[in-house]
């Protein structure tokens, strides 16, 4: 899927409702795991979904943070970025078992879905990031320009997809189905930065989900 097409999706429709279609089909998906007594997608799902609710419980109960902590809690009041993150927690649970099917496409029918996930996953990430030193900037706890945010945001999305993959190589001998080649690592490296550099646009030339105002 091209930045585009997901440029496309993102702004065509309201946030709310790509977060609430998102809660939809993990609901979906967590009624498909009882129905299959699939017990790790069960925790999988009601996880997921919780998480998605977060948003909405910090909006309601947290409405003014403290003000040190508002920097790295901005990207949960912001609702086109929680879309974005919404969009990734459906898909990726979805690739894992297919709503109301038992097809598991993440671990056993297309071995390849994983790169979908780190796609979209890279982008949650970079925007995540970004608006964080954007926020710290700002709020002038940072000194940063657009280059050096841009750089730091992306030193610290592949500083993360190492750790992941390195999390995912030790845990191997824990659980059977997780094996990668080296190829395929360097592989989901590539397309979490492929994500990240899609958010990237999505700031840059379409104003989402925030606008980098800091200079040069």
């Not at 979904?49 to 901005?74: Q, T």
């Not at 790169?115 to 990430?125: I, K, P, R």
Request: with cysteine; aromatic share 12%; charged share 15%.
């Amino acid at each position: 899927m091209g930045c585009s097409h997901i440029a496309i999706l993102v702004i065509s429709i309201e946030s709310k409702t790509v977060l609430n279609i998102s809660r939809f089909i993990v609901f979906l998906g967590l009624i498909t795991a009882f129905i299959h007594q699939r017990v790790d997608h069960i925790y999988r799902t009601f996880v997921a979904l919780m998480g998605l609710y977060i948003p909405d419980m910090v909006e309601k109960y947290f409405p003014n943070p403290p003000y040190k902590l508002r920097s790295f809690l901005a990207p949960l009041y912001n609702r086109k970025t929680m879309a974005l993150l919404g969009i990734f927690i459906a898909v990726h649970v979805s690739l894992v078992n297919v709503p109301l099917t038992t097809i598991d496409l993440f671990h056993k029918e297309w071995r390849n879905a994983d790169m979908l996930s780190h796609f979209l996953g890279g982008m949650v990430v970079w925007l995540i990031t970004a608006e964080i030193l954007l926020n710290l900037s700002n709020g002038r706890y940072l000194n940063l320009t657009r280059r050096r945010l841009i750089l730091y945001s992306f030193l610290t999305l592949f500083f993360l997809s190492f750790g992941w993959e390195v999390a995912e190589k030790l845990s191997e001998s824990e659980i059977s189905f997780v094996h990668e080649s080296t190829v395929n690592k360097v592989r989901d490296s590539i397309m979490n930065a492929l994500g990240g550099l899609s958010a990237l646009y999505l700031v840059l030339k379409r104003k989402y989900s925030f606008e980098i105002n800091l200079k040069h």
